[in-house]
């Protein structure tokens, strides 16, 4: 990996870690979030081209602003090399340079920057931080032309940043970019953009631009300098072309009015940029009374344009004699000459000036104050005398060396009730100067406000070569080329006309009518369509489209990701930006599918050996394949709405055109030099047997290309031992285009009606709709197996399943004698307690028949205060029904301890003394005794001891029963046993610390294996992710691996979060379902799963599929509720078993904080498999048996 690519990586400490699922330590939230606070932190995000912003305490971290009680802890700073980046102030008399000066060399430099955060009352944890410095630029070659960044007008179209560049070395003669269209755009604050400042880093190889937060054209001039904008909009850019995402950043007083004309300029003696710009500053917090100095400058001064100091006064009218105090000044700028700065600004001087004009000033140093005498006046009533109009916005700047005009300094100033700016020219700031209205200048139309920047020959080439390209290359696509039918359509659709230009529409049997299509007997069908498009020129085109149009059922599908708000809504950034779906009903009313969560969850990227990156989408727009297969195309963005690099920026998924609901992530897709994507549409395009993509880019340009082929995909290999599939780009991506897909208007996809129902059987609620009984004949000596006749339930998808009927007792007494009869009967519905047990987590429920006889045996992990690390025992439940295992039915009373560190300092077979956990017990039988698998942790620095056991040392173990045993006899036990690989070498990564736990057992076909949960703890640098693996075992010899292990689910989607723990498998309709949790044990947690055929050899990866969308989430919570009992939340780390009637039953834990103390607590329902194969985890007792259909009538023929 080259330098320029090299990012800032953050090596997290153990301590600041949460734990795995079913086996959270005592975590630390507020140490946690802050260390999480800075690895977040933007600045730092490499590589690193200039000084940083080291915060000296939590309450200067963004992402801490909103918690102030997080804002106690102090940091302090380490470098591995201060040469390059400074961890101390250095004071140079009364300047101080601050730590995190950098100091850029000949070649790229490692540093290593450590932050030790101290909480109050808490020992120090250090959060280490590697970064690239990148090598100095090279020196600069001198400049030889001009970029102006300028707005043009009090309108909404007016207020957007355009660009031009000079014509050649000549500050006067100007030609636009883009046409003279915008080039940067507002989706921030007001969305008005005024007063741009264009300047290049104190290094030379960025630029910043600074715009007023400002939209007299939506809202008008009223408040605008009382109730205005706190805000400034910045963006960043290495070349000037390519800028990056808006930043939106409140540097302002709170009693400040309005935040106008933002420059700055560099201080070398302080290393970093002193920002200034307008306010009216008010006495009163609703700024109704002014101070009585008008609009005055503030000042400021940042590093990086993301952290500013609080402002203070620079300039006011006071410090002006002859000022006119309470009107103030506006529009301050800075121009160095030498070790000079000259300050040019708007004043209301009575000092023979007859209107507010510019004044100039010069000082040595820039900070200094206006009352402190060190800024001189040398120049007044600047645009009247050199016979302007009223003026305002004064730009300067020095001449280019060899410039044409002549000049060698120029003052713009912008006669913003006219024409615009007008340059003003001198030949020194030496003495009275004499400013004067070249003659022959050329700028853009009605140019206002903004900044002229001098830049190199290559700069502006660069510039022309993106934003005026060759009449060739700009005119290359013709109209037709970006006009399109798409391949699906409602009928009733309005065909698209490219550019207003005429178009003439023919189709089969008439079903197209003035522009639209129609079907006028209301079945789907194929229509072969013609349009043919008259151009400029008067000649014609013509382009032949195949549409299958739908009928009047036809519905229409939304796709969107949704703005994140909090868990407790179940609207986390990981939900929230994820592919949401909504469908419209027959009345045309659009309902989310799974219930608002996101169907789609994108993958994330391999940043390291079991190490993923998060990624969302947004923006998500739908669209047909060729093929009829449903797409979706969206931007791919990290979890705080960061898009990507342009590489990956663009993210595509296609279903099963067989099963639309089955979506398949095909992956990234490069567009090319995109400039940003946001927005990205694609269509198909029958006639020319293309897809076309359309993109807005972050200038807000509408962008669009050519795809051959959007389901030709590839495999790369990564780094860290993974393949990830994209989208091919090369030989199957055209060249980027400016302008606009011409197709037909809206943001919803039309689709059949059959599609319509798979998607919501699969991403819908699934309810009960029938309850039938098959009649029955029996002669009178079987009456006795009526009671085991069951009801056949059907539910919406299709699926079915049976239930025990509890008959009426009377209705049987009746069939004495021969003859029809009619029996009624209740569905039974076994009711348990809505909480299981509290505080008791991972639960696991077997059913174990000996002797003939049934028993229901119950284990968990003790949650009890959320210290699931110092639990002292294993619990045991034994019952003859289920529901007597309830602690509301005397099930905490049954309990007993199979093992207990306290009381018998349980040791295992290896000689150590567990220390605590007990982690996710299990019971199974495995080579045909029941056997009970759990994970406990032991003490790392004395292994004979029983307290102080550390999550970071849990591992898998067996205990298993005697021959002949009793369950509830804890001698009768076995000690336990880690579970090792075959070779007697723990579970885990080859080389380094692992911890293994969440181990489960099943067995398929004969073979039985193992599946656990893993992950990998380095003696320094960051965690590895828990994957799940599995290896085949022998009942025979439980505590050795038969096989190799091998990772099976890799937590690679944002809903999973980096966790993949707690799989439990069942077999159903000849596939194997290994359910498994994810997200961290919080609130957020969330089942998953996978399935793979019997048959498979299910040590492979890649025999599973996995579910796109969860089996089980949280239910959200109405806004400002905390109630964890009624609003299920955290769901997971569930097992199945079955009930006394033979159903399937699935017991889970969810979030317990409030319920029955602070644990997470156990429930229980029934689950029913969709018609799909899926397990039904969430269905309600109305969704199992409709109340309507309780009521079962079972037809009877005694013979």
Known sequence: MTATHCFLRILPLPMAIIALGGAAPAADPERDTIAAALRDELSLAGPIRGSLTLPESTAELPALAARPDMTAARITWRSSDAKVISATNNRHGKDVVRKGFVSRGRTDRRVRLTATVTLPGRRPIDVPLDVTVLAAPPAALPPSAYVFAYFTGDSVEGEKVRFAVSDGNNALQWKTLNDAEPILQSTEGTRGLRDPFIMRS????RFFLLATDLSAGRTGWGGSTDQGSHYLEIWESTDLVHWGQQRH???????????????????????????????????????????????????????????????????????????VKDRGMIDATVLKDGDRYYRFTKITDTDGCPSADILAQVSSSLRATGDSGAWRIVDRCIGRRAGTPEVEGPTAFRANPGDASGFRYFLWVDNYGGVGYIPLATHSLDGKIKWTIPRGFHLPRSPRHGTVLPITAAERDALVAHWNPAPSQAQGASLTDRWVVPPVLASGTRLPVPDGRGVRWRADGGAVSDG??????????????????????????????????????????????????????????????????????ADGQASPLNDDYGVLFAKGDPIGLDQIALRGVADPSLFHFADGALGVIATRVDMAGKPDPDPTATLIFRSDPRRPADFTELGTLDLG?????????????????????????????????????????????????????????????????????????????????TTATTLANRFGRIVNVTAQVAPQTVSRRQLAALKAVRATLGYSDGSTATRAVDWDAVDLAKLDRPGRYLVHGTVRQRRYPAILAYNRADPNIYRWERDGRVRYLFTATDDTNNDNVGSAHLPLRIADRIEDLADDKGGRAREIDVLNRRTRRDRTSEGRVIAGCYWAPEIHEIGGRLSILFAPCFNPKDDQSS????????????????????????????????????DGTPLGRIGMPNISLDMTYFTIGGQGYYAWSQRYIPTSGPLGDPLTWIAKVDPTHPTRLAGAPAPIIVPETSVEENLAEGGFALAHDGRVTLV????????????????????????????????????????????????????????????????EDGNPLYVYHSWGNGVGGDGRDARVRRIHWAADGRPLLDMTQDEEVAPANRRVTMAVTVR
């Open 202 to 205: 104190a290094e030379g190889d």
């Open 249 to 323: 950043v409140r540097v302002n007083l709170p009693n400040a009015g309005m935040t106008w004309a933002p420059e700055a300029s560099y201080d070398p003696s302080i290393g970093a940029y002193v920002v200034y710009w307008t306010s009216t500053l008010y006495k009163d917090a609703a700024h109704k009374i002014p101070d009585g100095n008008g609009p005055q400058i503030l000042s400021a001064v940042t590093r990086d344009f993301r952290h500013f100091t609080p402002p203070t006064p620079w300039f006011k009218s006071t410090d002006v004699p002859g000022a």
């Open 516 to 585: 639209i299509l129609t079907n006028p007997d209301g079945k789907e069908h194929l229509v072969h369509l013609e349009g043919t498009l008259t151009l400029p020129d008067g000649t014609t085109q013509t382009k032949r489209f195949a549409v299958t149009v739908l009928g009047a059922d036809a519905r229409r599908l939304r796709a969107y990701s949704r703005t994140p708000t909090t868990a407790e809504a179940v609207n986390q950034p990981t939900v929230a930006r994820s592919v949401h779906l909504a469908l419209t009903d």
């Open 673 to 753: 030099p995109a400039n940003g994507v946001a927005k990205p549409r694609a269509v198909w395009d029958s006639a020319a047997g293309r897809y076309l993509v359309s993109w807005t880019d972050r200038t807000g340009q509408s962008r669009w290309t050519t795809v051959t082929d959007l389901a030709r995909t590839e495999d790369h290999d990564t780094p860290y031992g993974s393949r990830r599939s994209s989208v091919v780009s090369t030989g199957n991506v055209g060249a980027v285009r400016a302008g606009a897909i011409a197709t037909t208007d809206g943001d919803t996809l039309a689709i059949a009606p």
């Open 947 to 982: 307290e102080g056991g550390l999550w970071s040392r849990v591992q898998s173990h067996i205990i298993q029963l005697r021959k002949g045993g009793d369950p509830a006899n804890p001698a009768d036990w076995s000690p336990p046993s880690a579970i090792l690989k075959a």
């Open 1076 to 1139: 498994y949790s994810s997200s961290g044990v919080s609130p957020t947690y969330v089942v998953n799963g996978i399935s793979a055929p019997l048959d498979a050899d299910l040590t492979r990866r890649d025999v599973w599929r996995k579910w796109s969308a969860p089996l089980q989430k949280s239910m959200p919570m109405p806004a400002g509720t905390i109630d964890y009992r009624r609003y299920e939340q955290g769901p997971g780390h569930g097992a199945f078993t079955t009930d």
